[in-house]
């Protein structure tokens, strides 16, 4: 039986303190979240290695860093609201569930939400709210929200992510190409966005109505 404690606790130290992940809190929820519970059985050996994993219908759960990077980018402490879009595995709404008040996550694929759903559920991240749907239309019913995380790769800026986003909150979203793309924090000051570049990644195409068009994608 792998020691799967302490594989999570060299993740985190080699992959994200070794780098540029410093907020405590970030880092406590990383070792407590089990990221081996979020990939097929036959994938765990490879949970906590540095880089993405698949989780079935062309999807990828993301390198723990990366899911760090942009988790540390929203800054949260404790009590936030904050929207996912793209739950996938559910790896980073998990995250998101140690760290904030409120998780509402969307998922275009209903396989995946189905089961991320589940998942979250056994492991106990009782404060997380799953719908299948496009996410680059965001969830209205509950806006507005102080963090929006965005875990595919865009060719804009969805609006109405930003118009779901409370003054003073930030999202954080990958914009640019089909397989490049460059990390962009955006915070709302009143009626105003401002964009700064946290850097380069890559992304599984974001696909809906504010994103890439299906048919180019499929
Ligand atoms: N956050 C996930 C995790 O922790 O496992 C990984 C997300 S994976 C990199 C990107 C996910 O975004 C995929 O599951 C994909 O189906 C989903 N996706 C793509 N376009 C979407 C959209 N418009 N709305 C919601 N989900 C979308």
């Known amino acids: 039986m792998k020691d799967y404690?302490?594989?999570?606790?060299?993740?985190?130290?080699t992959q994200l303190e070794a780098r540029d992940i410093i907020d405590p809190r970030v880092l406590e929820a990383f070792s407590r979240v089990p990221r081996h519970e979020f990939v097929s059985i036959n994938l765990r050996e490879g949970a906590y290695v540095d880089y993405p994993l698949s989780i079935g219908e062309g999807q990828t759960i993301s390198q723990p860093y990366m899911v760090a990077l942009m988790t540390q980018a929203l800054q949260l402490k404790g009590t936030e609201r904050v929207l996912e879009v793209g739950t996938g595995s559910g790896y980073q709404a998990a995250i998101l569930a140690c760290l904030a008040g409120e998780v509402y996550s969307i998922e275009r694929l209903p396989g995946l939400a189905e089961e991320s759903e589940t998942r979250l559920v056994r492991l106990g991240f009782g404060n997380v709210r799953i719908k299948v749907g496009d996410g680059t239309k965001g969830w209205e019913e509950f806006s507005p929200y102080d963090g929006i995380i965005v875990t595919a790769g865009s060719n804009q800026v969805?609006?109405?992510?930003?118009?779901?986003?409370?003054?003073?909150?930030?999202?954080?979203?990958?914009?640019?190409?089909?397989?490049?793309?460059?990390?962009?924090?955006?915070?709302?000051?009143?009626?105003?966005?401002?964009?700064?570049?946290?850097?380069?990644?890559?992304?599984?195409?974001l696909i809906g109505e504010y994103g890439w068009r299906e048919e180019v994608k499929n």
Do not use: A, H, W, Y
């Open 5 to 13: 404690v302490s594989e999570c606790q060299q993740m985190v130290k």
């Open 158 to 205: 969805p609006e109405p992510l930003l118009q779901q986003l409370n003054d003073g909150g930030r999202l954080v979203i990958p914009v640019g190409g089909e397989f490049l793309q460059d990390l962009k924090r955006v915070t709302r000051k009143g009626d105003k966005f401002v964009q700064e570049s946290l850097g380069g990644c890559r992304f599984v195409p």
